[in-house]
């Protein structure tokens, strides 16, 4: 057996003992079923029994109403402005025609059609990602938010096909080349190359007492609060007004909703 030979086989061989091992790592941590990480919850946390989003898309004007947004939330929790397809999303804006494929009403007014739909993680009741994830590096929260851990992440990219919504960014290339020009944000973590990564509804935020990040940004725009309190700012909005979802159909249940 030639040199070359006996080291491709050394190779094939380690690599199959690691992939065996690797497997056998997973299997094991889904059968143990290992504790989610918490928030460590302040004095003045803000608490809910379920945390939802309501957005009144009718009090913006167009795309640059929604920069203070994402810049507000982008800034805090030390997103990367990786350019081209790689580009790292939380809060991003798309059409009509994108956030809501399943509207089938033809007669939608083209004002509606054309103007442009903030889009983030929908933190919904049934998340499917949450149940194709192999270490629970995602995993719900007990007030609904679905949160990540990103030393758990192990980047299988499950989570990704498992999002009906497109929520969710890869980190392909080495994030922490790609921060803001000014210093990150030391109270949230940097992430590094071959994790996913999402929005999170600012649960660090809300830890501390303070509402998210876009929410504070928006002016009164988009409503943060309690779902199952009939008295909160977004059951009375919803009560008052028409809200749509995006694809309710596919029973996730989520946890944002738009005001047309």
Not at 212 to 235: H, M, Q, W, Y
Not at 243 to 260: D, H
Request: charged share 20%; aromatic share 10%; net charge positive.
């Amino acid at each position: 057996m030639n040199t070359s030979r006996r080291s491709f086989l050394k190779v094939a061989g380690l690599s199959a003992f690691a992939l065996t091992s690797g497997m056998a790592a997973l299997t094991g941590v889904a059968e143990a079923k290992i504790a989610p990480g918490t928030y460590e919850r302040g004095e003045k946390a803000l608490k809910a029994k379920r945390w939802a989003m309501v957005i009144d898309t009718r009090k913006f004007s167009g795309p640059d109403d929604y920069k203070p947004l994402i810049e507000a939330c982008h800034k805090v929790h030390n997103v990367p402005a990786v350019p081209g397809d790689k580009n790292i999303k939380w809060f991003w804006l798309d059409k009509y025609q994108h956030v809501f494929p399943d509207d089938m009403n033809p007669h939608l007014n083209e004002k509606s059609k054309q103007a442009s739909y903030p889009l983030l993680c929908n933190h919904c009741t049934n998340p499917p990602c949450v149940r194709v994830c192999p270490t629970q590096a995602t995993y719900k929260m007990e007030d609904g938010i679905v949160a990540m851990d990103y030393h758990r992440c192990i980047g299988c990219r499950f989570c990704m096909a498992g999002c009906p919504y497109g929520a969710r960014s890869f980190n392909f290339v080495d994030p922490r080349k790609f921060l803001p020009a000014e210093a990150p944000n030391p109270a949230y973590p940097t992430r590094m190359i071959g994790v996913v990564e999402k929005c999170t509804f600012c649960a660090e935020r809300l830890a501390e007492g303070k509402m998210p990040a876009c929410v504070e940004a928006s002016g009164g725009k988009i409503l943060f609060g309690d779902l199952e309190d009939p008295n909160s700012t977004v059951r009375q909005a919803l009560a008052a007004n028409f809200s749509i979802r995006r694809k309710p159909n596919l029973g996730t249940q989520p946890g944002v909703y738009y005001l047309i």
